[in-house]
């Protein structure tokens, strides 16, 4: 399945939206240029052999000490029992006022409306265009993103000691 959506992608959408290519272990992925994600995410749900009409999960991934997060889209087609996996690279100064940006997929597939949620509230990766982005586990006034591999824990929240 893995060449056959590599085919498809390259085919509709050229080479440029795919950035690399992850061919080995026992989920392989494939590397999609962040602007095409939509795209690529339509054409896979919509393409008749292909119907990936499940999104399974997403999650966010952080290379700390590295300047980047990966983002991943575990995809199901039910009728065909298939599954493939994206993926998007994102660059970003881990600055907690610059988060990295990728495009939400809630438009394609609504379950990804509480995947991106979560990953927004714990690893602080904005998804532009989403219908609700704001936290979903942690208090709306909590400062930083603790799945992040350089968070910090606080001492207290509002008086209350953490430690």
């Known amino acids: 399945m893995f060449e056959k959506v590599k085919e498809l992608i390259l085919g509709n959408l050229g080479e440029q939206a795919i950035v690399t290519l992850q061919d080995h272990g026992l989920q392989p992925a ?57 993926k998007v690279k994102l660059a970003n100064d881990r600055s907690l006022n610059n988060l990295p940006e ?21 690893m602080g990766i904005f998804f532009t265009d989403h219908p609700d982005l704001r936290r979903i586990l942690m208090p709306d006034d909590w400062e930083g993103y603790p799945l992040r591999k350089d968070y910090q824990d606080p001492e207290s929240y509002h008086q209350i000691p953490i430690k």
Do not use: M
């Not at 962040?34 to 997403?58: H, M, S, V």
């Not at 438009?107 to 979560?118: F, I, L, N, P, Q």
């Open 30 to 86: 494939i590397y999609l240029d962040p602007n095409y994600l939509l795209q690529a995410a339509k054409l896979l749900r919509d393409t008749e052999g292909f119907y990936f009409d499940f999104l399974a999960n997403i999650t966010g991934v952080d290379f700390h000490p590295a300047a980047e997060f990966d983002v991943v889209y575990h995809l199901s087609s039910i009728p065909y029992q298939t599954q493939c996996v994206l």
């Open 102 to 122: 990728i495009p939400s997929v809630t438009s394609v597939w609504r379950t990804a409306d509480w995947h991106e949620r979560e990953i927004f509230d714990l």
